[in-house]
């Protein structure tokens, strides 16, 4: 009995130890899985977008990546002297959270400063983002939304809740490198990433495309008169039976800029017989019709 006894004991500490290592692996597995997530936003929806975040060379490189969730969340996104007010700052209660941090240790000197990716769980991410992008173009932060090449784009995209990314950038405190934010979500997995990073460029404005000027009085009245009274809507077989007067000034039609011309019965009667609109491209004919001023038809 006694021998019994002493196994029994020997064999409790061996059961607790295992209970022990289950517990440790928690978290862990914890990690593994918000990192596997950010992979997927980060390796498949940034791409999707023309955004390419692990591109070649040692600046993609992300073989060495500490893990860690954050205890509260961030007040700012920070790269050396650079910082923007970050996404936790705009969230309202329920709509998300900051679950993880990876970072990517600074390499060299001659390379871009450590990565840093926030990883967040939140529904609505157009909404939040449309809300984060108010804060952050132009005015006191002064970013922009940009290309892979640092492109200034004009216009602001619609945001969708099913996927999406942006790139917000502006010039870093640091001469030739940019602030960049890079940020991809997916509806599918409720994450959002926010990659934050200080790469050597530049933002560049687009190039401004003056518009064409508009043909002059004389021009747009040759272009009348080699038309033939049917382009015009008018009787006759020649412009050569119509005398054709321009009124000063342009007006706009379908967002163009119309010059308004009169044109005239030529002979005894002199009756007005059409009001004619030409764009100044030329290239749109309207016309007015004369009893009531207002009904205008584009002639084809």
Known sequence: MAKKEKKAKAEKPE?????????????????????????AVVLFILPRFGVNLIGGGSEGDTSEVEE?????????YTVGEDTVPSLDTILEEGEGELI?????????????????TYIY??????????????????GEEGFSLVDETYLIQEERPELEDAEGALILARNSVVEGRVFQLVIG?????????????????????????????????NEQ???????????????????????????EGFVKIDGMDCRRFHIYEAGDSYSLAGIIFLSGDQQH??????DDNTIITELK
């Open 15 to 39: 059961k607790t130890g295992k209970k022990g290592k289950k517990k440790l692996l928690l978290i862990p597995i914890l990690l593994v899985l918000v990192a596997a997530v950010a992979a």
């Open 68 to 76: 860690k969730i954050p205890k509260k969340g961030v007040e700012a």
């Open 100 to 116: 993880a941090l990876r970072t990517t240790p600074e390499k060299s000197k001659a390379e871009e400063e450590g990565r840093l």
């Open 121 to 138: 769980e939140l529904e609505g991410a157009a909404t939040i983002m449309n809300r984060y992008l108010d804060l952050t173009l132009g």
């Open 185 to 217: 979500w997916s509806e599918a997995s409720d994450n959002l990433a926010v990659r934050v990073s200080t790469p050597e460029g530049q933002l560049r404005e687009p190039e401004k495309v003056e518009p064409p000027k508009p043909a002059s009085v």
């Open 221 to 247: 009245m040759e272009k009348i008169q080699s038309m033939t009274p049917s382009q015009l809507a008018l009787p006759g077989s020649s412009m050569d039976e119509y005398d054709i007067y321009p009124i």
């Open 285 to 290: 004919v309207y016309r007015m019709d004369p």
